[in-house]
T-cell receptor
Framework: DGGITQSPKYLFRKEGQNVTLSCEQN?????MYWYRQDPGQGLRLIYY???????QKGDIAEGYSVSREKKESFPLTVTSAQKNPTAFYLC?????????????FGQGTRLTVV | RKEVEQDPGPFNVPEGATVAFNCTYS??????FFWYRQDCRKEPKLLMS???SGNEDGRFTAQLNRASQYISLLIRDSKLSDSATYLC????????????FGRGTSLIVHP
């Protein structure tokens, strides 16, 4: 089955730690995105990548880093510089053609700082 | 002004009611429009795309009004299982088709 897989589902981070969230897709999509969702809030764009080995900052990139070494993979690292990382993190992908731009999501990673 | 705006609700309706949500967008160059459904503590799932001519899928009807820059979602004969948050998403070629989401509208269908 084609889809997007995020892991882990739940993640606990200690103060000062870096953690990496995994996102893998087998939909052959060029574009991949990371969003953050806080309770009662919409989705805010952290980073996006439209092609392998290229990525761009979104609206709230500070304290986060990404890589796109393979088309299928777009991991997100939440660094210690992110002061309020507790949130629901969603990875998405899309084919990004002019007529087919809908995004599909992974199941999300719920990150909690302890 | 936010790029994509939705009334957060909640919309509290009885089973069988018809309910409609609107979503306004600020970028007149937007070309792609979608409605997503998000259940509590789950990921958003695509409900339907919104075409210029409007589209219908069973009890759900989506429409686009380019002149006034909004999209709408109409749900007829509401079911308890329709209770969820409904997110609209908009993308534009100038923005590399990156989906921009509204904060969602909460729907609660009660017996």
């Amino acid at each position: 089955d084609g889809g997007i897989t995020q892991s882990p589902k739940y993640l606990f981070r200690k103060e000062g730690q870096n953690v990496t969230l995994s996102c893998e897709q087998n939909l052959n999509h060029d574009a991949m995105y990371w969003y953050r969702q806080d309770p009662g809030q919409g989705l805010r764009l952290i980073y996006y990548s439209q092609i392998v080995n290229d990525f761009q900052k979104g609206d709230i990139a500070e304290g986060y880093s990404v890589s796109r070494e393979k088309k299928e993979s777009f991991p997100l690292t939440v660094t210690s510089a992110q002061k309020n990382p507790t949130a629901f993190y969603l990875c998405a992908s899309s084919s990004r053609t002019a007529t087919n731009t809908e995004a599909f999501f992974g199941q999300g990673t719920r990150l909690t700082v302890v | 002004r936010k790029e994509v705006e939705q009334d957060p609700g909640p919309f509290n309706v009885p089973e069988g009611a018809t309910v409609a949500f609107n979503c306004t967008y600020s970028n007149s160059a937007s070309q792609s429009f979608f409605w997503y459904r998000q259940d509590c503590r789950k990921e958003p799932k695509l409900l339907m795309s919104v075409y210029s001519s409007g589209n219908e899928d069973g009890r759900f009807t989506a429409q686009l009004n380019r002149a006034s820059q909004y999209i709408s979602l109409l749900i007829r004969d509401s079911k308890l299982s329709d209770s969820a948050t409904y997110l609209c998403a908009v993308s534009a070629p100038g923005g590399s088709y990156i989906p921009t989401f509204g904060r969602g509208t909460s729907l609660i269908v009660h017996p």
